[in-house]
């Protein structure tokens, strides 16, 4: 037996127990924020969105804008989850699972919306003049207990640096493979997304900032596009694609082993690892803009959950499902593997789809969005570690570790096995999920009182609501807003 086989014998009953306790944690907390904002994620939408894209008006040259941080965060989102991950939950949990996605993106969205605001409530300000924030920060200066944040921070980055850092190396070493076939290519591979990975984390968070304001709306619009184009050329299939989803969301398939409770399960987890929200991560980022309310990142980061999730999951899942029905997808990509049919899942299955449609120049370009959706999430999985190490302590020194450790890992993870990858990354993250909820319903009233604060300003004809510290009752630990 292999040291990974032995890990992996180790870890999995862990992984079940700690999955068991996160699906309710993030289900249950998600329907009572949604219920006690009254459904803001869908009501204030127009807002959201509006926000999102509004001229800047208040900016400080050391500091990254409202629309810089949403554009780090969707290229967190967005990622080899939203190709390889939706592939994976089809075959694993059925089509069904792409509803239950949805569901959970909806959900999850007043979640993210709760924990983006504490994160700008409870930032602070470095001596390079740029802002950091999230669940350590907002775990330690809300509940007063700097060692719960100390402990947030590590766990958050184990989950950053060993879970999504290595699955998106992994993937998109995975996919590159597969369009460039040749003897030693995955190493090959793991140096070239290294070295692009070293150029652009040694410039820190402000070139972060405006590399992904550049890249992530132009590749998401790319993939939108190219995705178009597969689902046109196949666009009879659509309305039974999408009967699919619906069907099987109650009624899996048999290949699919444990029915429906596959179909959820998979739904949820293959959710959150595309848009993470209640896993505290893309909160780090929401930190760093530098604006006049938390609401506002509250209502932009809730936003970008469903952007992840809606559209981009669902152009995937279309992409994949319109090829025609589950068993033909399910039996016709794959291999035999000692006697038995394994098919394909990831990126490589996204990438059969493709060039069985349009020809084998498909693998080629979704091996190029693989590489730039993985480093892009890379990037901003970057920014949310260097803000917790900068809260446990903030040294240049331990900055410049990170970086070649971030580095180390994403050259090591593209060379081993996606599926212990897997495993290790999804414990990570339901430890991660379980924590950092645990602490935003500490100090859920904080989010209550801000957002009537700022539902009060509106109310009073202020067109831009300004924030301070003694608007909400938990106060002492907030320092940038006095």
Known sequence: MTVIETISNLVSPIYDVLWAIAFVVLIGSGLYFTFRLKGVQLVRFGRSMRLTFERERHKDGRTVSAFQAFCIGMGTRIGVGNIAGVATAIITGGPGAIFWMWVFALVGAATSFME???????????????????????ASKGTGN???????????????????????ASVSASALSSAFPFEGNTWVFAIVIAL????????????????????????????????????????????????????????????VGGGIGTAISIGLQRGIFSNDSGLGTVSNVAAVADIRHPIKQGFIQSFGVLVDTLLICTVTALVILSYGSFESIYWGFGDMVDGSWNPHDGSVLVQDVAAATIGGAANVIIALFMLVFSFTSLVGDYVSSESNLRFIRDDRRIVTFLRIGIIAIAAVSAVLDTEFIDLICFTFIAVMAILNVAIIMRLRNDVFEAYDDYNGQLMEGVEEPEFRSDSITNSSGVTEWR
């Open 196 to 255: 692009l990975a070293t150029v652009l984390i040694t410039g820190g968070v402000r070139r972060i900032a405006r590399f992904s304001t550049v890249i992530v709306p132009l590749m998401a619009v790319s993939w939108i596009v190219f995705a178009g184009v597969l689902i046109c050329l196949n666009i009879g299939n659509v309305p039974a694609a999408f009967g699919m989803i619906f069907e099987q969301a109650f009624a899996p398939s048999s290949i």
């Open 146 to 168: 700097r060692r719960l944040g100390i402990a947030v921070a590590v766990v958050l980055t184990l989950t950053l640096g060993f879970g999504f850092i290595a699955v998106e």
């Open 116 to 138: 983006s605001t504490l994160s700008q409530i409870y930032k602070e300000r470095k001596e390079d003049g740029g802002f950091f924030g999230g669940p350590a920060y907002y």
